[in-house]
């Protein structure tokens, strides 16, 4: 048996278990996916119990890495059903409306822009990470967490702060250009000064066209 199948059985005797409880706590409450924060640790647990079973750095198959994170998931995902995914956003962007006007005086930016860019880079979500290793609100790579002196990217004050005065440094460079601004913020200015404006990428280009989109939909609001 090789690495990749010893993964799967593992994961799926480890699924096996994991229903199993879940069934139990079901009998015990009365309430499907009423798990709480001892859900939660026993879907955690049983994530530490496969990575363990593989020996710590065994690197794992896509396959079995996508449905472990189902699975350490799984208590989370039950315990947000039932709450409108547009009322809990709605909740999270007025949690954070005080602290991106207060990077936003700081910086001197609207802060629209701001509130833009965290809507396009993590949805508001502060512990969201992106399969490259950008981390938090403003999607902060390691190097330029580290450049601005944020310590704890997952930290929304922090991570604000952090990429708020990278917004304002980028503005800067490219003279309140907001498009080339958003480009270098997706793509690095080292891309935008080879393709001298906005780079041929899908990605970034609806990157940009998106963020520009929202604060002309908020101008015309005004």
Sequence with gaps: MNVAQMQMLLLTQLQQMNTSWQSAQTDQTGLSGGTGESGNSNALLFAALFQAALGGGTEVSPGSTSQLKDLSGTAQVKANQGVPANRAQCENVGSLESGIDSVAQKYGIDPNLIQQVVK???????????????????????????????????????????????????????????????????????????????????????????IMAGLSSIDQKV
Excluded: C, I, R, W
């Design 120 to 210: 396009a880079e993590s949805g508001f979500d502060p512990q969201a990470t992106s399969q490259t290793g950008a981390m938090g609100l403003m999607q902060l790579m390691p190097a330029t967490a580290a450049s601005y002196g944020v310590q704890n990217a997952y930290d929304s004050t922090q991570n604000l702060d952090g990429g708020t005065h990278f917004l304002k440094d980028l503005l800067d460079k490219y003279q309140g250009n907001v498009p080339l601004t958003l480009a270098a913020y997706n793509a690095g200015p080292g891309a935008v000064e080879k393709y001298n404006g906005v780079p041929p990428y899908k990605e970034t280009q609806a990157y940009v066209q998106k």
